[in-house]
């Protein structure tokens, strides 16, 4: 449309998303009525529908990616929980083979606490045993420093006294202190100041208590009831060993105190020593039936028994599981079952949960008679089957004669009882643990699968992202070729900016999927250090002069050249870390250091005259610093310090992950420092491992200058670190620096006479009476350009102020100062003794530099028969136009058959070729 007034015209176009529109495009020039045709009103209308587009794909990619995330979070939780269930049903079979295998309480419960604080990573594990005459609980033996010194002391709790371990004692069960500072019967013991949650569980043996397992944690909340269960579960292994190892000592000391009975001690210590490889067995089969088979057998011999049965039951009593001593079909089976829990021995056991003696059946009445029984029994013995605390079976055994069984079977009989509940519990874990092993298995292949998934999908979104972005970008540096006005080329300039931004974060994403991925990977070839940390910092320095932060970096003299690598990988990791150094310091400064340490590296990746480096990286600033509660969030996918960094600085969260990792691919690590106090900032680190190669260092570098040696400067600023870099490296040529903080402190030694080769002038200075421009000018009223050369040091941003001041200078330098250019400067003014120059009035640098012209004479120099396979219109016009400029007609191919007819039918110099197409791709 025509303006209002009659001047100039207006193009509007619709940003619409899904038919909605959600903003505009205008185009204004207010000079010409006709400056805009109806192929202008076209390219902005693809322009609009590809920028559309490219903000649906973003919101697409962000809510996969937060739902990939959330996902991967859930499974990665679930991982964690059936691994922490695995380690602890492995821990707990790990303590069935320490506690069957030894039989000195001593050195059993030595071992038992070091295993269990060692595998769960426990703060302090105690066991404590009741002393005779049950008043107190006695440490025997603990985790630790703590737990030494405790020993040492003979610690004892009262029992029903205040404290966990006495609580438990007086009530003969397990009780949990989510967190001690409100449990009321906590004994705050000043040895283990870190403790914060704990649990105690008793020690049963034959429906007794005797000792408390005690485990103290440094977290709140850090148990469960499948903790306490399976804690439950160990304590009861120990109780059965120590019964057993109490047992076994006490055979021990009737051998020593009746000799006259020594062949029959040594048989009852056979005896112990065959329950002891019962017990063995049955944690080495974990199948019930063989279990259970193995230790009827076993018991039965150990007594001399005629035969045996054993009966499972269940919380109700009800019988789920028996092994009959003698042979029956199903049906004759469950009958007897039925009789025997009513009215026989092993009901009565199970109803009053108490061993059971009869040395003659025909004086008890607790002894059922079975019709068609094989052998009239006259003698019998059961114990109940306890687990924690609860009945869950009973063990019967037989004989013909009697008075067969005395007190000695039924202690034996008692603790293969015992036995025999451990058994269970380990094969009832046994079956858990395959179930375990079949969800883990499960959860990785869905985990791979998810990552697999996700992978490809952000390689193909990737991909789908940047063709519509290239078409704006394309167009929009088009765009900035034709003659537009001022606002409309800022206008330009800020969607190129956008466009470069929404680039990077894709990058971000494809080199996160590649991580993930197991697939990236570095290069190795010969690079300048020093070269690419300048180029590094380049990169932010505009960014760094806008908000006026001192930027510098400096580097150890020890550090080689040139080095064996990947620089633009290693320049990623520091741009990245620079970037965010300059992001979140609002006032202040970035400095980075680089220093090396020569590796004694095996033979075989030592080459010829070479030496490998650990290179140590360090970028220190004046910022918001980052606390240590938000530190651990540094280095996850996704995630900044705090969700409010992202809402106010943007980004993905990416950076410090994949930079983290490339530095890993490079040999070396990262790490961070703060102290989380604004003004302090933070200092990230990072190494990286190359090898020096043995090529001659620059002029620079070399140890001795004698063209420099022993030359006066006088140093201008008020950055002291700025100043501090500066006074190091001139020193390190062997010249004479003096610094000088302020302007007036500048002009009074020269005043009093004071005499120098250079001046270095820094034009950000603000002294106390005069700018750096003024203090140059005032310089000149005192030396002459001949007597006192001046060097500028300033951004280049503010070049046009100082070229603006129409000021004599030697020499004009960039910040952040670059050795090799300080070099080169002071060698042509001190030694060549260069004419003075004035300080080049160049353009200020803006965040986009301008496209260069196109050249429409180029096809006429360089004649070329191009063909282009694209399936995409947009970014079809988008290289017409640009070829077109160029002064190329060319041929178009819509997909990979097209193209093959095309080369088929006539010759081509040139083939532009896109990757994913319909019908044949590019590869």
Known sequence: RRLRGGTGAVIVVPLLLKGQVIGTIITINHIDQRAFTQQDVEMLMALT??????????????KTTNWAHTLEQQVAQRMRELERRATQISTVAEVARVVTSLLDPEQLIAQVVDLIQERFGFYYVGLFLLDENGEYAVLSQGSGEAGRLMKERAHRLQVGGQSMVGWV???????????????????????????????????????????????????????????????????????????????YTAVQQELVERRQAEAALLAQKQLFENLVAIARATVERP?????????????????????????????????????????????????????????????????????????????????????????????????????????????????????????????????????????????????????????????????????????????TMSHELRTPLTAVLGMTNLLLNTPVTPDQKEYAETILTSG?????????????SKIEAGKLETEQQPFDLRACVEASLDLVSARAAEKGLALAYKADSAIPGTLIGDMARLRQVVVNLLGNAVKFTEQGEVLLTISATPLASPGERQGEGAEWYELHFAVKDTGIGIPAERRGHLFKAFSQGDASMTR???????????????????????????????????????????????APPPAYLLPEQPQLRGK???????????????????????????????????????????????????????????????????????RDSQSLPLVLLTSVARREAAAGAQIQFAAALSKPIKPSHLYDTLVGLLVAQAEHVPVPSSAPTRAIAALPTLDP???????????????????????????????????????????????????????????????????
């Open 648 to 694: 106010r600085y943007g980004g993905t969260g990416l950076g410090l992950v994949i930079s983290r990792r490339l530095t890993e691919l490079m040999g070396g690590r990262m790490w961070v420092e703060s102290e989380g106090v604004l003004g302090q900032g933070s200092t990230f680190h990072f190494t990286i491992q190359a090898q020096a190669t043995t």
């Open 500 to 512: 470069d931004a929404l680039l990077s974060l894709i990058d971000d994403l494809l080199d996160f």
């Open 857 to 923: 004479e180029m096809a006429q120099r360089i004649p070329l028969r191009i063909l282009m396979a694209e399936d995409n219109v947009v970014n079809q016009k988008l290289t017409l136009r640009i070829l077109k400029h160029l002064g190329y007609q060319v041929d178009v191919a819509q997909n990979g058959v097209e193209a093959l007819t095309a080369v088929q039918e006539q010759s081509y110099d040139v083939v532009l070729m896109d990757v994913q197409m319909p019908e044949m791709d590019g590869l």
């Open 169 to 247: 004692s007086a009530n003969k069960r397990a009780r949990i202190a989510l967190d001690v500072g409100e449990e009321s019967v906590h004994f705050a013991n000043p040895l283990l100041p870190g403790t914060h949650s704990e649990v105690a569980l008793p020690l049963h043996i034959g429906g007794q208590i005797r000792g408390v397992l005690d485990v103290q944690s440094t977290e709140v909340a850090a148990f469960d009831e499948s903790d306490v269960a399976v804690l439950q579960n160990m304590t009861d292994q120990v109780a059965v060993a120590l019964e057993n190892a109490r047992l």
């Open 49 to 62: 529908a590809h920028a559309a587009t490219a903000i649906e794909n973003v919101e697409l990619v962000s």
């Open 287 to 459: 199948a019930l039936e063989d279990t259970l088979q193995n230790a009827l057998v076993v018991t039965t011999t150990l007594t001399g028994a005629k035969q045996g049965s054993i009966f499972l039951v269940d919380e109700e009593g009800v019988v789920t599981h028996s092994i009959l001593g003698r042979t029956t079909e199903r049906g004759e089976q469950s009958s007897i079952v039925g009789k025997v829990m009513k009215s026989g021995l092993a009901g009565w056991v199970i109803r009053e949960r108490q061993p059971a003696l009869i040395s003659d059946t025909y004086e008890d009445q607790r002894w059922l008679l079975l019709p068609d029984a094989p052998f009239m029994v006259r003698s019998a013995l059961a114990v109940p089957v306890m687990s924690g605390g609860s009945l869950v079976g009973v063990l019967t055994l037989q004989h013909e004669a009697p008075h067969h069984f005395n007190l000695e079977h039924l202690s034996l009989m008692q603790a293969a009882a015992d036995q025999m509940a451990l058994a269970l519990r380990n094969a009832q874990m046994y079956e858990e643990q395959r179930d375990l092993v079949d969800q883990l298995l499960a959860a990785k292949e869905s985990a791979e699968a998810a990552n697999r998934a996700k992978s490809d999908f952000l390689a």
């Open 712 to 782: 006066r400067l006088l140093i201008v600023g008020e950055n002291a670190m700025s100043r501090s870099i500066l006074k190091e490296q001139l020193q390190a040529w062997g010249m004479v620096p003096q610094e000088s903080a302020s302007s007036s402190d500048a002009l009074e030694l020269l005043r009093r006479g004071a005499r120098f080769d250079a001046a270095i002038l820094d034009i950000e200075v603000q002294g106390e009476e005069v700018d750096s421009l003024l203090l140059a000018a005032q310089i000149r009223q005192q």
